[in-house]
């Protein structure tokens, strides 16, 4: 236990503790970095396929049969 308690051990310790702490906080910031991108990556694929959808139904005429659907409830509402 003496050897800890030497200053030289001491700095020594302390220069392990910092290098692998500085080591740690890099892995976690690139995973970090990762993460996100690939959640920006997935958010535009999920706006393609969204976009890809309402084009898709806008050329089955989708749109046109819910909006005389709706038109048809409010009249026999009213």
């Known amino acids: 236990m003496s050897e800890i308690q030497d200053p030289k051990s001491v ?16 892995k976690f910031q690139t995973m970090s970095d990762q993460i996100i991108g690939r959640i920006d990556e997935m958010s535009g694929r999920i706006d393609d396929l969204e976009k890809n959808i309402a084009d898709l139904m806008t050329q089955a005429g989708v749109d046109e049969v819910e909006g005389e659907n709706k038109a048809k409830e409010e009249q026999g509402s009213a």
């Open 11 to 26: 700095q020594d310790l302390t220069g392990v503790v910092q290098t692998l702490l500085q080591q740690m906080q890099d």
